[in-house]
């Protein structure tokens, strides 16, 4: 029967009782010991836990008998060595089951040894963990500045649209062309043509939708031609804007006009016009 262990025996073989690497009895003794000092419980169970830890994240491997006894001796020739720079005569080696105490505690160094490793890479993978989160804080920060540019380029091409439509209403070579009708609550339009890049932007207010299977033409007449510049339907407020680019001759506008039409628009004009203004020289 093994003899009750001292605090300093049951320290030294609590990482051997880990990895459940002692005998049935030394186990038995170690885990009395443990169950009588809080010291030693909480340190098996912090033991228990890393080799776990890494036992979860190391991939599965083939058991080899072999290369573990070889490990084994390996270690236990370690602990000898360093038992003898210290003074300390080693045991000789006698079978297992006559092994005395202090061979039992050589062999409990050896796989304590053993142990490290295993807190060291519980260590590793903590390390490894703590990269992923952060390469996956820094690709999302990457995400998000990708939003913010995607953000900021829409913002800047819609300011971009609202500077060509503002020069096209304001430039120095913007001609200006206001459209009548008669009528209680007549409909009015203005035509606005910026000759130095023949945009042509058109707005009309208080214009009923069109009709069913209708809709509505603008046209830009010339001395030759009514050229058409687009179809267009009012919203329920009567409003509309068509924008188009079309090249004309500076001098070359006499009028601008809108006419109802079949769905789709004519290549000439066949309705009532509805709107029509002069083009002034």
Known sequence: MTPGL????????????????????????????????????????????????????????????????????????????????????????????????????????????????VAAGAALVRSDLQQRSLRSALTSLSGDRDQTRGRVDSLLAALAADERLLNGLTGPDVRVVELASTGRQPPSARMFWDRATNRWTFFVNRLAPAKTGRTYQLWLVTANAKISAGTFTTDSSGRAVVRAEYPLARDALQAVAVTEEPAGGMPQPTGSVILAGAASR
């Open 6 to 117: 001292t605090h300093d025996e049951a320290q030294s073989a609590l990482g051997a009782a880990a990895l459940d690497a002692l005998s049935d009895v030394e186990q038995r003794a170690v885990l009395d010991h443990v169950a009588t000092c809080e010291v030693c419980s909480a340190d098996l169970a912090a033991l228990r836990q890393t080799a776990a830890a890494l036992a979860d994240a190391a991939p599965a491997s083939t058991h080899d008998v072999q290369r573990d006894r070889a490990l084994r001796d390996r270690l236990i020739a370690r602990a000898t060595a360093d038992a003898s720079s210290r003074g300390i005569s080693a045991p000789a080696r006698q079978t297992p089951q006559h092994r005395t105490t202090g061979d039992t505690r050589l062999r409990w160094l050896a796989i304590a040894a053993s142990v490290a490793f």
